[in-house]
């Protein structure tokens, strides 16, 4: 074919390019988007926020108060108050319920309403409103793009001055979400390592016929659907479950173990979920390895175990790595299994995701924790695939090594 | 059989090999013996879950097939799942093409680029999604949940198939070219005969990515789209229902059927 044909090939990739783009890359720049920007309030109270940004003083003058009873009355009359206020109940409780309790006791429409002081009717109703503390606070949160999200999801925030501390222990949860999340993503690729390594060392030592039947049982996982394989895990592990009652009926033991909804159960499905993942890049490492080096290493009198640790297992490394990574990486992002089988001390990040998405319906918050799993797993690909890439100098596209 | 792999001498000594035989028929067994007990309970004919069963039954799969809220499932899954593999097949089988035949820069960067679904934590992508359609009106749609199921599923379909495309000899086209062959006839009897095991094994794949997936479909149904693991998913959460024994079961079969089948193509593709 000509250059050109070979070029113009390229209009071949368009549709898939312009799906992936809609379907994934849009939704992840609004998802950083959504953490990063909340417009509702300066949208929503448009003069009041435009007002208290002319005004500089600690406490501001009557007018500010004045166009914050007008914009509020206007949002209340067509009942979109609970949404613009929203970020604030996110990012400032107290401050969000002062400005509840305004609006429950706000007259029809403020701008006839006959009020000679708005200030002194705010201040009457809730003295906060004559603290400065309150319009330092408020002239934070009526900015559209925010850190606070992202700040919070590594248990941050801002205090007076504006400076970063760490949050009151008490709110502290994310960042030690993030540990449990790599704490749980470790060790399973750790146990996958243990189980998968010598089962694949054991398949490619096979004759390809037998190997390809055994690799089937890999496979047959692999091809399974998530929940069906957690599922199985629950009919197993539950306190009237499989295990319990084998162990019962033997007499090994006299009250139900106690196997679901703790880290052991966590540990044991996901291992069985990522497993295959493990195994076939491993597989392919190993079976590739030429068996004349080996047999050289035994020729010039090396035992097999020397052998191993001198041949076998440094050429493996890259399918150590491949799998690791794959293992690693998809376990991070895991939801569906922690949720069903975990404690609510297994929690991981996904599920902080999820419950903000579904229940709490904090974006803000979802974006933020979106995007520091997101970055967690990104950076670690990135970076160990780089690193592999140009060690090994591979090209998938070629087909061969370069 | 070429070769034998290196590690058969560490194994030598049949003492050795025993103990790795052993530990590794245990792994396959850790593997393969908790799906095996999803078959029984789904047949159970007692009332809970409990192993072993007292006897055989298909009260359960009765139940299941007799239940609107499943059986408009198992219809939402599917229909689902065809359009998505429909639209991932024919888009990353021509994505494919493109980038192993083709000869412009960035082709490497692209790859990666379609092979980035894979790569993104699923909850990621699915929040946002869920912000996306939620501004477009796509949420609890059809249009939606194919989007994005098709989505999750090219990925599989722009490997394997430019995986088949590579091993391909490019004279073979180059041929039919000399020989005067208009493009799409040079395709339709040179390059799809060869092609074609590799893209119904990665439609396959697509389409049980699809079938399979939980976590998209959690967000993105609603009330009115759900399919039939956001079903099982909310069944197991809240009541831990019987009849999910079944649907698991018969989840199980269509694995089974989908596995033989992309290793059949795959084996014909060899020959």
Same mark, same amino acid.
């Given at each position: @074919?000509?250059?050109?044909? %070979?070029?113009? $090939? ?87 319920? @002062?400005?509840?309790?305004? $609006?429950?006791? $706000? ?10 002081? *708005? ?11 004559? %603290?400065?503390?309150? *319009? ?56 996958? $390592? ?83 993942? @493990? ?25 097999? *175990? ?76 990135? %970076? ?5 890439? %140009? ?12 | ?37 999803? !078959? ?37 899954? !599917? ?115 060869? !092609? ?63 596995? !033989? ?11």
């Amino acid at each position: @074919m000509s250059q050109s044909s %070979s070029r113009s $090939l390229f209009l071949l990739t368009v549709p898939l390019l312009v799906t992936t783009v809609l379907t994934l890359l849009a939704p992840i720049v609004f998802l950083f988007r959504t953490a990063l920007y909340a417009p509702e309030v300066s949208r929503g109270l448009p003069r009041f926020v435009a007002a208290l940004e002319a005004d500089t003083a600690a406490v501001p003058r009557e007018e500010v108060f004045r166009v914050l009873a007008e914009d509020l009355g206007r949002r209340k009359e067509t009942f979109e108050h609970g949404i613009v206020i929203k970020p604030i109940r996110h990012q400032d409780l107290e401050l969000w319920k @002062m400005l509840k309790g305004i $609006l429950r006791v $706000l007259p029809e429409d403020p701008s006839i309403a006959e009020i000679s002081s *708005w200030q002194r009717w705010f201040s009457e109703h809730d003295s906060r409103w004559e %603290s400065a503390n309150t *319009w330092r606070r408020l002239r934070r949160v009526i900015q559209p793009v925010t850190d606070f999200y992202l700040l919070e999801a590594m248990d941050l925030k801002r205090d007076g001055e504006n400076a970063l501390v760490w949050q009151e222990k008490e709110k502290q949860l994310f960042l030690g979400v993030l540990l449990n999340t790599l704490e749980i993503g470790g060790v399973v690729t750790l146990l996958c $390592l243990l189980l998968g390594y010598p089962l694949s060392l054991y398949l490619a030592s096979l004759s390809s016929r037998t190997a390809r039947i055994l690799f089937l049982f890999v496979l047959l996982p692999f091809w399974t659907s998530l929940l069906v394989r957690t599922y199985s895990w629950i009919l197993l592990l539950q306190r009237e479950g499989v295990v319990n009652g084998m162990l019962a009926a033997l007499g090994l033991v006299s009250e139900p173990l106690p196997l679901m909804h703790n880290r052991f159960a966590v540990y044991v499905t996901m291992t069985h979920v990522l497993l295959p993942f @493990m195994i076939l890049p491993l597989f392919v490492v190993l079976r590739n390895i030429p068996s004349p080096l080996t047999t050289a290493a035994a020729s010039l009198g090396a035992s097999p *175990w020397r052998s191993f640790l001198t041949v076998t297992l440094p050429m493996s490394v890259p399918g150590i790595a491949a799998g690791s990574l794959l293992v690693f990486s998809i376990a991070l992002g895991f939801y569906i299994t922690p949720a069903l089988v975990g404690g609510s001390e297994d929690t991981m990040l996904s599920q902080l995701i999820a419950l903000n998405v579904n229940s709490l319906l904090n974006w803000g918050r979802a974006g933020a924790l979106g995007v520091i799993l997101l970055g967690t797993v990104m950076v670690l690909f990135l %970076s160990v695939t780089f690193v592999l890439l %140009s060690r090994m100098r591979w090209n998938p596209l070629a087909g061969e090594l370069r | 059989m070429k070769r034998r792999v290196s590690s058969y001498s560490f194994f030598s000594s049949s003492f050795g090999r025993l103990l790795l035989g052993l530990y590794s028929s245990l792994v396959l067994a850790y593997l393969l013996l908790p799906l095996m007990v999803i !078959i029984p309970m789904g047949f159970s004919s007692g009332k809970y879950l409990t192993f072993p069963p007292p006897g055989f039954s298909v009260q359960y799969v009765q139940e299941v097939v007799h239940s609107p809220q499943w059986t408009s499932a198992i219809w939402n899954s !599917i229909t689902v799942g065809v359009a998505a593999t429909v639209l991932s097949t024919l888009f990353g089988t021509m994505a494919a093409i493109g980038l192993v035949w083709g000869r412009f820069r960035g082709r490497l960067l692209l790859f990666g680029f379609f092979l980035l679904p894979l790569l993104v934590p699923v909850v990621v992508s699915a929040t946002g999604l869920y912000l996306l359609f939620a501004k477009l009106g796509l949420l609890g749609t059809f249009l939606g949940m194919v989007l994005a199921h098709a989505m999750l599923g090219a990925p599989f379909v722009v490997m394997v198939v430019s995986a088949t495309l590579t091993g391909y000899d490019r004279r073979l086209i180059n041929a039919a070219f000399s020989l005067g062959a208009h493009p799409w006839g040079a395709f339709r009897t040179v390059t799809l005969p060869i !092609i074609a095991p590799g893209v119904v094994s990665g439609a396959l794949l697509s389409f049980m990515t699809s079938f399979d997936e939980v976590v998209v479909a959690l967000f993105l149904s609603g009330s009115d789209y759900r399919t039939v693991p956001v079903l099982m998913f909310q069944g197991i959460r809240f009541e831990l229902d019987p009849s999910i024994a079944a649907v698991g079961t018969l989840l199980l079969a269509v694995s089974l059927l989908a596995m !033989i089948t992309a290793e059949l193509l795959r084996r014909r593709a060899r020959r």
